[in-house]
């Protein structure tokens, strides 16, 4: 059992807890000693719990931490594991680099929130680099939170390999507040029998700017996949969405599926990019950017609600 | 639509008959004040109260409401939280309403209370669904545009039990339908044609009318046979 427990202020957990409730997280669950977490405010490690099968290494750097965390070979995690990333000041650069290895036949769920409740002018870096082993399998869910004035640039890339029968699962979530600038790189190389799912959900506001690029390479025989985006911006927001999938072998199966949602002056593009070199491979593709449904709206109006509201709650029901 | 006159009593089913093309989903829409369906001429008095130029929400708060034919998806939205919508004028529902409403349309509430309303779900269902939420909300006017289509004709009997529901509940029901079964379960009836009221009165009346006289009559309904 890897326990380790660091001595900080008080204030800073108390202020990194506020943060992590607003980012819609339930901040007791960072104080279970049941639960492992991991909690990091700028470049302080405030809290990092291990359980049973997990190795988490950690190092303070100048504007960040660098995280080592290994589920250990056929360990399966029966609870989630919870991370909190954020900055408190108006100000600053967080840089957080990860390695993350699931190791073969390992089970863990990586529960994400990253929160910038201040943010005026915040750069938040991370670099992950994600090895899910043979039949292992990481389901890791991440939602941001970047406060109400939009003066943030966050630019998460990661690099995922899955191996032989092995299977990633990803939710990134940025609905409450603004987005600032968002640019979203993932990609993802799956070998044989590897299932990988990812879904994008990003409501950008005023003047926001997001791009999102996720690559699949689907390189091993029946490896399957689905990218799957979900945008909604309104008022100035503009939107980029590169969703590319390749099938480099028999029986590799592909999905991209990206529907935006616009409103006001927001402008949006959306690409679906499908890459086939193998003449038994599959890969799919739709995109669709338009208004909100006029049947949607209608219905819920004749329901009672106004059609702003009615709006409200269809743009947050696709989003949910 | 031309010609309208239509008076629809308090706690009455009331269905609209005619072919396909006749206008009976125009009036639909047109009473419920749909974009694209607003009067010209002419008036909607509901309750003594003028509402023509009242937008569907005020409409809605009044107590009108409309099931479309083809129920809307709605991707993400959860059944609970589509029918609890229109409960909220009311004072919102609870737990037990929520289950009531669809077992009153035949759906399991332990399987359908937490998905998605678009979720795979087949037409079937979401029309379902979409009776549910009429219910929940307790209008006091329902339009229901075919309640029956997408649905297998042994439900039937349960959509009939459904209407009779809501009138018992304090409901007028509108019920735009091809189906006997529903017509000669209504208190009135009225044949469309063309965007106008041809006649109302008795339902079996109307219906046999309607067989008899106006199925050889329209070639959308039954096309002349070729020379």
New interface residues.
């Given amino acids: 059992m890897t326990q380790i427990t660091v001595n900080t202020l008080s204030s800073e957990i108390e202020n990194m807890d506020a943060a992590y409730s607003a980012a819609g997280g339930d901040a007791a669950v960072l104080h279970k000693h049941e639960l492992a977490s991991l909690v990091v405010s700028g470049n302080k490690v405030l809290n990092a719990n291990g359980t049973e099968g997990i190795v988490l290494e950690r190092q303070e750097t100048e504007h960040g931490v660098d995280i080592k965390m290994t589920i250990k070979k056929g360990y399966k995690i029966p609870l989630p594991v919870h991370l909190c990333f954020g900055l408190i000041p108006e100000d600053g650069l967080q840089e957080i680099k990860m390695n993350f290895v699931a190791e073969e036949d390992s089970a863990v769920e990586l529960i994400a929130h990253c929160t910038f409740p201040n943010a005026v002018k915040v750069i938040h870096r991370m670099d992950a680099q994600m090895l899910i082993g043979k039949n292992a399998s990481l389901k890791y869910t991440e939602t941001h939170f970047h406060g109400p004035h939009g003066g943030i640039q966050v630019i998460p890339k990661a690099h995922v390999r899955i191996e032989e029968g092995g299977s990633y699962y990803t939710n990134f979530s940025l609905i409450s507040g603004r987005v600032g600038y968002l640019e979203f790189d993932y990609s993802v190389d799956a070998e044989k029998d590897a299932i990988c799912e990812m879904v994008t959900k990003v409501y950008g506001k005023k003047d926001d700017k997001i791009k999102i690029l996720e690559k699949i390479s689907l390189n091993g025989e029946n490896a399957r996949s689905v990218i799957k985006s979900?945008l909604a911006i309104t008022d100035n927001a503009e939107s980029e969405f590169r969703g590319i999938t390749e099938g480099h072998a028999p029986r590799a199966r592909g999905h991209v599926d990206c529907?935006e949602v616009i409103q006001g002056n927001a402008r949006a593009e959306a690409v679906p990019i499908v890459r086939v070199d193998n003449p038994l491979a599959k890969v799919t593709h739709e995109a669709a950017i338009g208004c909100v449904?006029?049947?949607?709206v209608?219905?819920?109006?004749?329901?009672?609600?106004?059609?702003d509201d009615a709006i409200d709650?269809?743009v947050?029901?696709?989003?949910? | 639509m031309r010609g309208v006159n239509l008076e629809v009593g308090d706690r009455e089913i009331h269905s609209i008959i005619g072919a396909n093309g006749a206008g009976k989903s125009t009036l639909a829409y047109t009473l419920m004040g749909l974009q694209g369906y607003e009067h010209e001429e002419g008036s909607l008095i509901f309750n003594g109260e003028d509402v023509t130029k009242l937008s569907i929400t005020e409409r809605a708060r009044k107590g009108i409401t409309l099931a479309w034919q083809e129920p809307a998806r709605f991707e993400g939205l959860r059944v609970r939280d589509y029918l609890a919508i229109g409960a909220k004028a009311n004072g919102g529902i609870t737990e037990e309403g929520l289950k009531e409403a669809l077992r009153k349309v035949d759906l399991k509430p332990e399987k359908y209370l937490d998905r998605e309303v678009g979720e795979a779900l087949s037409g079937g269902e979401r029309k379902r669904i979409e009776l549910a939420s009429i219910i929940t909300m307790k209008p006091k006017l329902a339009i229901l545009d075919e309640p029956d289509s997408g649905i297998d004709v042994v439900s039937l009997k349960e959509i009939v039990a459904l209407i009779r529901t809501l009138k018992e509940n304090g409901s007028s029901v509108l019920v735009i339908t091809h189906r006997e079964e529903i017509a000669a379960a209504s208190d009135k009836a009225s044949l469309m044609c063309e965007g106008s009221i041809l006649r109302s009165g008795d339902p079996l009346e109307i219906s046999e009318f309607f067989k008899n006289r106006c199925i050889p009559c329209d070639n959308r309904v039954s096309p002349p046979k070729a020379a």
Avoid: S
């Fill in positions: 979900r529907m449904d006029k049947k949607e209608e219905t819920l109006m004749a329901r009672g609600l106004e059609e709650v269809i947050k029901g696709m989003l949910a």
